[in-house]
T-cell receptor
Framework: GESVGLHLPTLSVQEGDNSIINCAYS??????FIWYKQESGKGPQFIID?????DKRQGQRVTVLLNKTVKHLSLQIAATQPGDSAVYFC????????????FGTGTRLLVSP | GAGVSQSPRYKVAKRGQDVALRCDPI?????LFWYQQALGQGPEFLTY????????KSGLPSDRFFAERPEGSVSTLKIQRTQQEDSAVYLC???????????FGDGTRLSIL
């Protein structure tokens, strides 16, 4: 089927490595940020979120870091598995309204066994 | 539990025809969003509902695009007089409210011939 992210930046890692995916967001007034995983033919799947009053949040095997000074988000995936292979998007909720999501460019993660 | 459901999954229409895309959000979710995703890109915001009220339609590309959510649950995105540039995946998302994750359906892939 069609692929999401045909010409996206790609991060290739070995199974078991830790992965770090970076994202620059655009609006310094955004107050909420989300990371999504998208597989071909599927909608974006929620991974983890963080509010602007935090700089770090941990989930199961994932950590999100927020650096508001340079408008940078990162997603760290521990012990990456082949099932983690997908396109990853960060998204922000800018004013006005702080409701709609504005998505970043996306990064394709390829995990080799 | 049930996620966001979209129908049809695929739609092929001839240029100039009208199409209607349906979204069933997660039960109880107040907020409903429509996004358009072109091949190789991140989703782009179209419109947002809080219950039955359409609070933001700033992303609708033209007046050929119309969305409704008359009873605050199911939503329909209608595109009149379709053009080839309307070909894309149309994604619906719902959330309980602000600073809560938006959960996406798997989208409707629209192809205009």
């Amino acid at each position: 089927g069609e692929s999401v992210g045909l010409h996206l930046p790609t991060l290739s890692v070995q199974e078991g490595d830790n992965s770090i995916i970076n994202c620059a967001y655009s609006n310094s007034a955004s107050d909420y940020f989300i990371w999504y995983k998208q597989e071909s033919g599927k909608g974006p799947q929620f991974i983890i979120d963080i509010r602007s009053n935090m700089d770090k949040r941990q989930g199961q095997r994932v950590t999100v870091l927020l650096n508001k000074t340079v408008k940078h988000l990162s997603l760290q995936i521990a012990a990456t598995q082949p099932g983690d292979s997908a396109v990853y998007f960060c998204a922000e909720t800018p004013p006005p309204g702080f409701q709609k999501l504005v998505f970043g460019t996306g990064t394709r993660l390829l995990v080799s066994p | 539990g049930a996620g966001v459901s979209q129908s049809p999954r695929y739609k092929v229409a001839k240029r100039g025809q009208d199409v209607a895309l349906r979204c069933d959000p997660i039960s109880g979710h107040v907020s409903l969003f429509w996004y358009q995703q072109a091949l190789g890109q991140g989703p782009e915001f179209l419109t947002y509902f809080q219950n039955e009220a359409q609070l933001d339609k700033s992303g609708l590309p033209s007046d050929r695009f119309f969305a409704e959510r008359p009873e605050g649950s199911v939503s329909t995105l209608k595109i009149q007089r379709t053009q080839q540039e309307d070909s894309a995946v149309y994604l619906c998302a719902s959330s309980p409210g602000r600073e809560q994750p938006q959960h996406f359906g798997d989208g409707t892939r629209l192809s205009i011939l």
